[in-house]
């Protein structure tokens, strides 16, 4: 079995777009209408925020989503695992491993020297996976402010 990623495309989005829905149901944070009317932006090459498809065997099986930013602390551009997903049936086989891999593989290639991600506090399983990868806890608090237009 393997698992590849590729940037997504304009033909992906219904795909993606389901992929989506299934991870933010799951995480408890579903997606609202300014989150939605992303996804086509994102899909057709959106430059902040390229998106991936993960792929089995050539079947899709998930997606994850690159942000860049630029951080002086980080020496430059950094980027933030936004949301990487792997459908259910196949998690606990090392293919999440691989997953995270692979979007540290994008972010190599996209020039990020710094890759952030967050877990839910709750997920104990994948806070586990990222320390064994590498990731480190920065012991700071995520905040967040939505800007209406």
């Known amino acids: 079995m393997t698992l590849t990623a ?37 899909v057709a090459g959106e430059p902040l925020a390229p998106a991936y498809m993960l792929a089995l065997n050539g079947q899709p099986v998930g997606f994850f989503v690159l942000t860049i930013g630029y951080s002086v602390e980080n020496g430059g551009y950094d980027g933030y695992i936004d949301d990487i997903y792997l459908i259910p049936g196949l998690r606990g086989q090392g ?30 399983r994948a806070y586990a996976l990222y320390e064994k990868m590498g990731f480190v806890d920065t012991k700071r608090r995520l905040l967040r402010q939505i800007i209406a237009p």
Do not use: K, M
């Open 6 to 42: 590729r940037r997504a495309t304009p033909a992906d989005e219904a795909q993606f777009l389901a992929f989506c829905r299934d991870f933010h149901l799951e995480d408890g944070s579903p997606l609202d209408d300014a989150a939605l009317a992303t996804i086509g932006r994102v």
């Open 95 to 124: 293919l999440g491993r691989r997953a995270v891999e692979l979007a540290i593989e994008a972010a190599r290639v996209l020039g990020i020297r710094a890759l952030l991600l967050e877990v839910e506090a709750t997920n104990h």
